[in-house]
């Protein structure tokens, strides 16, 4: 287990280091992923260190599709690009914890089963949920909110479209089609495991997203924002939703339950 730790730290810090230099982590953000990969790592090697590795490579290559129009959504949400630990472990906590546990336990049988569905739900979740922030304002007609299913401005929290809704399958599908290709004889189940618990968990992201999400609104700039202090450097006022439930909450509970999705599936 010390053998496969160290590798997990030496692949993590590789790759954390690159997205670090590129600015898409911050160091604290850098730090929390290779607890992240390396805990992975532990758990379950090199394949479900794969899984984890799709969500990485896509999720920053998305990044880079239609930069013009998402910089524009991110000024007014104030979305940052650079992600610090507490983003890190509101998608990728969960997942680790699933590792974490076939590392201690050495799970085997159904319990190992059941521990990977989690682990492929919860990673299916946060990769289905990157996915449909980065297409969905593609779109050219404005999402649909979940509450009233009215039409609301692109990147409002809790807003879906049909091609957010696809991205968000197809993004957990893809992690269950690499998790399951070292398993050939369950490929389609891990892909149909990957499709269902990342919708599913893209699903409560939505809701809690336009029912619980503090939603914040910058007087000085006239602009909605998520967070309390927006962008420009003023404070904003908090305008509906929780004030205490922010993205990262929303993430990690959606997380969560698509993980619990999972394992059920793969028990
Ligand atoms: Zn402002």
């Known amino acids: 287990?010390?053998?496969?730790?160290?590798?997990?730290?030496l692949l993590s810090?590789?790759?954390?280091?690159?997205?670090?230099?590129?600015?898409?982590?911050?160091?604290?953000?850098?730090?929390?992923?290779?607890?992240v990969g390396a805990t992975?790592?532990?758990?379950?090697?090199?394949?479900?260190?794969?899984?984890?590795?799709?969500?990485?490579?896509?999720?920053t290559l998305l990044g880079r599709v239609g930069r013009g129009r998402k910089e524009a959504l991110r000024r007014e949400y104030s979305k940052g690009d650079t992600r610090d630990a507490w983003q890190v472990l509101a998608?990728?906590?969960?997942?680790?914890?699933?590792?974490?546990?076939?590392?201690?336990?050495?799970?085997?049988?159904?319990?190992?089963?059941?521990?990977?569905?989690?682990?492929?739900?919860?990673?299916?979740?946060?990769?289905?949920?990157?996915?449909?922030?980065e297409i969905g304002p593609l779109s050219r007609r404005s999402p649909?909110?979940?509450?009233?299913l009215r039409r609301v401005p692109a990147g409002t929290s809790g807003a879906v479209?049909?091609?957010?809704?696809?991205?968000?399958?197809?993004?957990?599908?893809?992690?269950?089609?690499?998790?399951?290709?070292?398993?050939?004889?369950?490929?389609?189940?891990?892909v149909a495991i990957g499709g269902l618990s990342g919708a599913a968990g893209a699903l409560v992201d939505s809701?809690?997203?336009a029912r619980?999400?503090?939603?914040?609104?910058?007087?000085?700039?006239?602009?909605r924002c998520e967070g309390a202090v927006h962008h420009c450097g003023a404070t904003a006022r908090h305008c509906g939703g929780l004030r205490w439930f922010g993205n990262d909450t929303v993430n990690l509970i959606a997380t969560i339950s698509g993980a619990l999705v999972g394992a059920f599936l793969g028990r």
């Open 40 to 59: 992975i790592y532990s758990g379950g090697g090199l394949r479900w260190f794969s899984a984890l590795f799709v969500f990485f490579v896509t999720s």
């Open 1 to 9: 287990m010390l053998g496969r730790l160290a590798v997990g730290i």
């Open 144 to 148: 649909r909110s979940l509450v009233g």
């Open 161 to 190: 479209s049909g091609l957010g809704l696809v991205a968000t399958a197809a993004g957990g599908g893809l992690v269950g089609l690499v998790f399951g290709l070292w398993e050939p004889s369950r490929l389609l189940v891990w």
């Open 91 to 133: 998608n990728g906590g969960v997942a680790s914890l699933c590792g974490l546990a076939v590392a201690l336990l050495g799970a085997g049988g159904s319990a190992e089963a059941c521990l990977a569905g989690g682990f492929v739900g919860a990673l299916a979740t946060a990769t289905g949920d990157t996915w449909a922030t």
């Open 212 to 223: 619980l999400q503090a939603r914040f609104f910058c007087d000085r700039c006239a602009r």
């Open 13 to 35: 810090a590789l790759i954390a280091g690159y997205a670090r230099r590129r600015g898409s982590l911050s160091g604290s953000g850098a730090v929390a992923s290779v607890v």
């Open 207 to 209: 809701l809690l997203g």
